[in-house]
Structure formats: C-alpha cells, structure tokens
C-alpha cells in the first residue's frame, strides 16, 4: 500500500515539475499558438534594413537616363577616381551615403592601363613623371581581377583578393566575387566584372638610348563594360539583390543614344582624327628612335660593311655603298669618301659597283 502511494505521489510531482518546465501541458490546458507568443521583456527585433527598402526613380538632371535606387541613396556621374564626364568613357556611381561601402559602380568604356612596368618607364624617360600615360597603372593580367586589383588604390580599396571565379559573361570578361579593404579598413566583398583589351599594341625601343635594349609594347590596355556592386563583407549576400535591381533599371535615353554616336563620330570615326591619332604615333616612335644612342648603330654598319666588302662615299648630301677600292682609282670630284657618322645613320641612295 504504501509503495503504491509512493509511486503516485512521484508521478504527481513529476508531471507538476515537467508541466512548470514546459514539457508537459496540464490537464485540459491548450498549447500557445506561435502568433500568440511575445517577446521576453527587453528583447527588440529589428528588421534586415535590405529587406525593407523603398526605391524611388531617379532622373539623370541631363536627360541621359533613369534608374530605380533606394529612397535617400545618392547617384554621381564621372568615372573614378577622376571625375571626368563625357559620353564614351560614361560612369554611374549609386550609393548609400550612410554606408558608402554599399556601391554600384558601372562604366560603359575606359582605357586606363599599361602592360608592364617597363611600358610606364618608357614613358616616363620620353615624356616625364607627370605626363598622362606615365600616370598609368601597369595591368600585367589582362582580365577583371588584374584591373580591379590595379585599379585599387584609385578607387579607394587594397587587397583585392577573388573569393571565387563565375565564369564568363556574353561580352566576354570574366565575373569575379573578391574581397578588399578599404580605406578606413573595413572589409568590402562585391561583384565585379571588366572587358579588358590589350589589343592596341604600339611596340617601341625599351630605351631610346640604348638600341640593344630591346623592344616593349607601350599600346594603352582598354577596359569595357566595368561594374562593381559591392556592400560590406558580412552584408553583401543581403545587398546583391538591391544593388543588382538598381543595374538592372538603368535606361538610357534615345537623346544619350544619339549624342554617344556622334561623340565617338567625332573621336574614332573621322579620316582626321585617325591620322592626328598615327601621326602622333609615328611621331613617339621617331623621336624615340632619334634620341636613341647611335653608337652601336654606327660601329653596327661600318662592322657590315667591312664584311660584306663595301666603302661610304657621298654625293651633295646622299650617301652610297661603292664596292672596297672604288675611292683609290677614282679621280673625279663628284664622289668623295663619307667620314662622318650621318653616313652610316642615314638610309643609302645606292650601290656603285666598278668591278
């Protein structure tokens, strides 16, 4: 008898201790609904702010273009790092001015790049520290990652590291997820995507004073299509949705359309400026062949001669190559040996042969 009161006074206890402990409802108690349950006293959830957002339309103040972005976010114009506004190299930048970290960035062409250290020190020795190509970031790899990379300091950012390569876009660059640092060195993970061109190619001397030094393509590296769509690091999954629906939304308008023609009518598409363009070309390339030490030249064609049996003589300012022993029988006063360097540094009006 008293091992059964025992065993039903427990089980009493026990069911009581579950049911204060949650586990177990009381008799003909009915279990809370979840929209019933409130938060504890002091507990306050706040909403994800990119979930939350309200766009708005944004109209470009010159007509070129509308776009959806977030109520209170800012819209510039001008390519980075410069500034500088005009229809071919043409740049949008949207962002939140709370957290400018969360960015989109699109420009629709650029050509900001060199393909070596030596490119950028060619220019340098021919032109100066300060003149516009000498300024130039060197780009050694030819895709998205090596221009952003080179492209960081400019835009405000370091180690530029890829998290993950998506492939290639229907443009043909390549799509990047990377991480960087910025300035004030909060980390920053984004979208990033470049064509980049390296086919302008305008080979030269390495040194336009030494002729042994060799050749180096100094032709600029040109980047299409660049966009970036960056948020901070431990929010970027939350903020690609938003940033990517403000890239989406941009429209450009029939008068941009048409202006852009006629501004690249104007730069790229006249006979004029294709050979202002070639003469200025033909003109780095001259003068660099001009100030270049002519030493080796010299003793380069006196050497040819020697081998292949010729001598220098000169008529009223033309040179000519004459067979060896040409000047020991010649008695007339029309040609005359050549003893200065021009002759060897200027092309040759012919042969003469007395043999």
């Not at 952003?148 to 590291?161: E, I, K, L």
């Not at 305008?202 to 030094?213: G, H, M, S, T």
Request: glycine share 8%; hydrophobic share 40%; proline share 6%.
């Amino acid at each position: 008898m008293k091992r059964t009161l025992f065993k039903t006074v427990f089980a009493c206890l026990l069911a009581a201790g579950l049911t204060g402990y949650g586990y177990m409802p009381a008799p003909h108690q009915k279990l809370p609904s979840p929209r019933d349950l409130k938060p504890r006293k002091g507990l306050r959830i706040r909403p994800a702010e990119a979930t939350h957002v309200k766009f708005v339309k944004y109209a470009d103040p010159s007509g070129y273009f509308t776009m959806n972005v977030p109520l209170g976010w800012k819209v510039k114009t001008g390519i980075k790092p410069t500034g500088k506004i005009d229809l071919i190299s043409y740049a949008i930048t949207v962002f939140d001015p709370k957290r400018p970290e969360r960015e989109l960035y699109f420009c629709l062409n650029n050509a900001v790049g060199l393909k070596s250290a030596e490119a950028r020190n060619w220019y340098i020795r021919s032109y100066g520290a300060k003149s516009y190509f000498a300024q130039m970031p060197v780009l050694p790899k030819l895709s998205t990652a090596g221009f952003f990379a080179a492209m960081g300091p400019s835009f405000g950012y370091g180690r530029f590291t890829v998290l993950e390569s998506l492939g290639r876009s229907a443009l043909g660059g390549d799509v990047v997820v990377a991480e960087c640092t910025t300035a004030s060195g909060r980390r920053v993970q984004g979208l990033y995507h470049a064509v980049v061109s390296g086919m302008m190619k305008q080979p030269v001397q390495v040194n336009p004073f030494n002729a042994r030094a060799g050749m180096v393509d100094v032709g600029p590296v040109m980047e299409f299509s660049i966009l970036s769509e960056t948020a901070p690091k431990e929010e970027f999954v939350d903020w690609l949705p938003v940033l990517d629906r403000c890239f989406a939304s941009i429209v450009f308008t029939p008068a941009f359309h048409q202006q852009r023609r006629d501004a690249w009518a104007r730069v790229m598409g006249t006979s004029k400026y294709i050979m202002q363009t070639a003469d200025s070309i033909r003109g780095m390339i001259m003068d660099s062949y001009r100030r270049r030490n002519a030493t080796y030249d010299v003793l380069s064609q006196k050497r040819s001669d020697a081998t292949l049996g010729y001598e220098r003589v000169q008529d009223t300012g033309e040179y000519y190559r004459a067979e060896n022993g040409f000047t020991d029988w010649y008695d007339g006063t029309r040609y005359r040996p050549a003893t200065d360097n021009a002759a060897y540094l200027t092309p040759v009006s012919g042969y003469i042969n007395w043999k």
